[in-house]
């Protein structure tokens, strides 16, 4: 059927043009340009990795038999070249990886036939118009063939218009299908390379098929825009959904990332699987998560080593970890064990107040350094090919300084909060840390984030230390400030500037936090969803307005406002909060 450009207005991302109808019925939100944006950099990244990774495999083995093949460098490895066979993987094979991930790869015996390296399948599980699945196909250089699902009629024939639209190469690099993504990732076990999951809302539903579906080694990008649930405004949501906890406090973004990687390990766990986190990247209003996936029954076992529960004092906000399991050397081998617990007593020992307990979340590194590095030097080095540099830039930039080993963060006002003082700044703060020998750095989901791995004791003291130089009016004795400050601090706290107490970034005056480019930068109502007054908080009240002066009177219809909606999440700690529980 012939397209009446009339009908519609182009709108241009990247290399990829779509046809969005006036009437606007398939799903495009500008926001998640940065979302494209950061996944391209990453599989730009995953591609050139993938291509090491191989060429490793490659010489391993080469070398364990005393045969060398056929030198071939990776750049003769063009990215049109279409592989041959390879013999039983089926071209699924990706780098290093064996069945049993990235370490066994190497013990697997030498075949004399090469085995090239295909360029990498990509399955956009949830494709919409089809703009990510184009922007993959015509900007990542070495991709192979893309597959966007779609089990909405008017988004798929939205993406073969797209697709007829950019032409010739789009056609033959992407093919849209009308199907239930589970579906279709069920049925084709370890067959792609890359999966994408962007859905609105949780990709709980989608997890289990989707760590079915990556090849070994392979590639999973995750998007959730649930916060709401992620971040605690209904733990027991949650929990139905992701099989963890979640406890509202200001590190909720830090938690809501944690909380999907745990997820999917544990999909991941049901099928030998395990994942490797390579970047985990809040932004905006979601979460998104890129993890590889191996399979490997022996490595699964070290699951329960990379899992916390966490307490959290409800008076001081004080929290702690405590790993799901423990491993301890046997003879030559290792014995899993449960671990011990609890690591913090009934009552907080800082304020004297009971804890709730949230989790199990990710408590191993969420990012791969080096992955971070190559990610970000990639960008830098192709400015022009991304239309939001400057945010994934400076995301990519605070990442890369956050300390990897050490989960969650405090919050400075909080802290201060609690004691009701002033708060000194960052630099002092941060200062104080490293002159007791602690570690510090920033997190990227909060300009007022700090990380760091002295424990709550030194935190507290350098507090106590403040507050004698900067005194507080007294509160009553039981509010868990007063008991803080009622002890005398151990440590000599050194307030003295540390020549680290700003990062490099900082120094250089680097971007670290940009503001949102527009208003209502934000969630986008499903497709074909009737805008209601319920969804001010969704899309804004002009953009409210305009629709509804836009329809008859009495047209409105009630509707639930999506879980996207997230609400305020500050704690409001109240005395009676804190008196109902201690
Ligand atoms: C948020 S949109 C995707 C946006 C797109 N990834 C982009 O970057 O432009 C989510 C899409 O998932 C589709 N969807 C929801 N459930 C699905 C399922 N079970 N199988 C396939 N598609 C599904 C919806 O129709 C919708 O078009
Ligand atoms: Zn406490």
Known sequence: MEIDLNDYTVIKEGEAEILMHKKNKVFFNKAQVNNRDMSIAVLRAYISKRKQEHEAMLSKRARSSGKVPVKKVSSEVSKEETPTENGEDNGKTNGETSQDGPKEAAKTTYEPARRELKPPRVLEALSASGLRALRYAREVEGIGQVVALDNDPASVEACQRNLKFNGLMSTSKVESHLTDARVHMLTNPKEFDVVDLDPYGAPSIFLDSAVQSVADGGLLMCTATDMAVLCGANGEVCYSKYGSYPLKGKYCHEMALRILLASIESHANRYKRYIVPVLSVQMDFYVRVFVRVYTSASAMKNTPLKLSYFYQCIGCDSFHLQSVGRSLPKNKSVRYQAGVGPVVPQDCTHCGKKYNMGGPIWSAPMHDQEWVTSILNGVKSMKDRYPAYDKICSVLTTISEELLDVP????????????????????????????????????????????????????????????????????????????????????????????????????????????????????????????????????????????????????????????????????????????STS
């Open 408 to 579: 969650l963060f405090l919050c400075l006002h909080s802290l201060s909060g609690t004691l009701k003082c002033t708060s000194p700044s960052a630099a002092m703060f941060r200062s104080a840390v490293m002159n007791a020998k602690y570690r510090v750095s920033g997190s990227h989901v909060t300009p007022l984030g700090i990380k760091t791995d002295a424990p709550m004791e030194v935190i507290w003291d350098i507090m106590r230390c403040w507050v004698k130089n900067h005194p507080v009016k007294a509160q009553s004795p039981q509010h868990p400030g007063s008991v803080i400050l009622s002890k005398e601090p151990s440590l000599q706290v050194d307030f003295s500037r540390h020549v680290g107490s700003l990062s490099k970034a900082q120094v250089k005056k680097e971007a670290r936090f940009l503001p949102n480019p527009e208003k209502h930068w934000g969630p986008k109502i499903r497709a074909g969803r009737q805008i209601t007054s319920k969804h001010v908080s969704l899309i804004g009240h002009e953009a409210v307005n305009d629709h509804l002066n836009g329809h008859k009177e009495g047209e409105e219809k009630q509707e639930d406002v999506t879980e996207d909606d997230e609400p305020e999440l500050k704690r409001q700690k109240t005395e009676e909060d804190i008196a």
